[in-house]
């Protein structure tokens, strides 16, 4: 099963970097699927709906949240919206942990998931951070 290329492409090839892209991105150029899978759900918290041209459902749109009231966002509800667009978007995935940290103070907002890929039960980290 085919999973995504992992944008943006680096011209050295896998090892030839410090780890980031020159987005200032981490680049996840391993070998394993691990690294499209995580890219993928890059991809999916930081689209907001209606962003993407093929599909305007697809997308959590992390952003928009930093800037609102500390009591204006819903963690549970962010949570289960964020299980949903990936069991629609990323069915390969099977996400087993999943915590969403709002710090106002900061305006940061922080993502931990651990998943397991469906071919392989090894468990794996995702976190981000949006400031």
């Not at 999916?44 to 500390?70: A, K, W």
Request: aromatic share 10%.
């Amino acid at each position: 099963m085919s999973i995504s290329i992992i944008f943006p492409i680096e011209l050295g090839g896998p090892g030839s970097g410090s780890g980031t892209n020159r987005f200032g991105a981490s680049s996840y150029s391993d070998d394993s699927p691990t690294g499209a899978i995580k890219q993928n759900l890059r991809m999916l918290l930081l689209t907001r709906q209606g962003e993407y041209v093929m599909d305007s459902n697809f997308g959590i749109g992390l952003p928009d949240y930093l800037f609102l009231q500390e009591q204006e966002v819903n963690t549970s509800a962010l949570e289960s919206k964020i299980k949903t667009q990936a069991a629609t978007y990323l069915p390969y995935v099977t996400i087993s942990s999943l915590s969403v940290d709002l710090e106002p103070q900061n305006n940061m907002l922080k993502v931990r998931i651990e998943f397991y890929y469906n071919e392989l039960q090894i468990p794996e980290v995702f976190e981000l951070e949006v400031i």
